[in-house]
């Protein structure tokens, strides 16, 4: 009696091990997929300030939409990864891992929430304000 209650103490850590496990690997990436650009760039005037620049090109970061908003004189760039799409979410993928977006074999610093990227925040004097409101988007 006394082995097969240690049996299952065993087993009842093995799977609460594995649930733990589970749970941790699936909070790396935030699914924040149903939230648009222009949402996520109307949060982040709102928060920190700025205006809205428009449109930029997505197909050389690979992603399935751009936009640029102007906070303190500097652009900020913002895309919009679509996660379902396997070589978007292998991107995705690369920058979270990397930090960094290339751009024409130029590397810019990249923050990451989910489906969405930013970058030029670096050098922007509300840099902490940016990232801040960007992770609580």
């Not at 690997?25 to 996520?40: A, M, P, V």
Request: charged share 25%.
């Amino acid at each position: 009696m006394q082995k097969i209650s240690k049996i299952w103490n065993s087993l009842l850590a093995a799977a609460g091990l594995a649930v733990l496990l589970m749970n941790a690997s699936c909070t790396g990436f935030k699914d924040n997929s149903d939230r648009s650009l222009q949402e996520l760039a109307n949060h982040l005037l709102t928060q920190v300030g700025g205006t809205l620049d428009g449109k930029v090109f997505p197909v050389p970061v690979k992603a399935m939409d751009g936009i640029s908003i102007r906070v303190e004189g500097r652009e900020v760039f913002l895309y919009q990864y679509d996660p379902k799409l396997k070589k978007q979410k292998q991107k995705l993928d690369q920058i979270r891992k990397s930090g960094k977006l290339y751009i024409n074999g130029i590397a810019f610093k990249a923050a990451v929430n989910g489906c969405f990227v930013m970058i030029e925040h670096e050098t922007n004097i509300k840099k902490k304000e940016l990232l801040t409101a960007f992770e609580k988007f």
